[in-house]
């Protein structure tokens, strides 16, 4: 498979996975959130994460499509974002400590996202 058919396989894989899961957050903030506590408001609370699988089955495609080369530069640019993400989370964890807000696990995802787009694009203009 060519690399144009395999990125262009991989958006359409993935973003179908993610208004799947846009559409399910939706229904599941608008019905959960006004329902009792209990097992049935955890589970509708919790059904985001099923599309979230759709989206990792599409990623782990990608890699197995990728060339040796483009998969080791992916892997190690998400290495190094990984890296960064651990580093400045483990500091914020300090300076919560010193009296600084506390944050929602949802923002290790987004640093981690930034900062691998962040790497890849350093990295794609330094390769130039």
């Known amino acids: 498979m060519l690399e144009r ?6 958006r359409i894989e993935l973003g179908a996975a993610m208004l ?16 009792e506590p209990g097992a049935a408001r955890t589970l509708l609370l919790l059904s985001p994460a099923i599309p979230l699988v759709l989206a990792i089955w599409a990623i782990v495609r990608q890699f197995g499509r990728m060339d040796e080369f ?23 964890g300090f300076l919560e400590g010193a009296g600084f807000p506390k944050l929602s696990m949802f923002w290790v995802w987004g640093l981690m996202g930034g900062t691998w787009a962040a790497v890849a694009g350093v990295r794609c203009l330094v390769s130039r």
Request: no cysteine; net charge positive; hydrophobic share 50%.
């Open 5 to 10: 058919e395999a990125l262009k396989r991989y």
């Open 20 to 35: 799947v899961y846009a559409a399910t957050l939706f229904g599941s903030i608008s019905f959960g959130k006004p329902m």
């Open 70 to 92: 483009v998969r080791l530069r992916s892997l190690e640019n998400f290495a190094i974002a990984g890296a960064v993400t651990a580093g400045l989370t483990f500091t914020y």
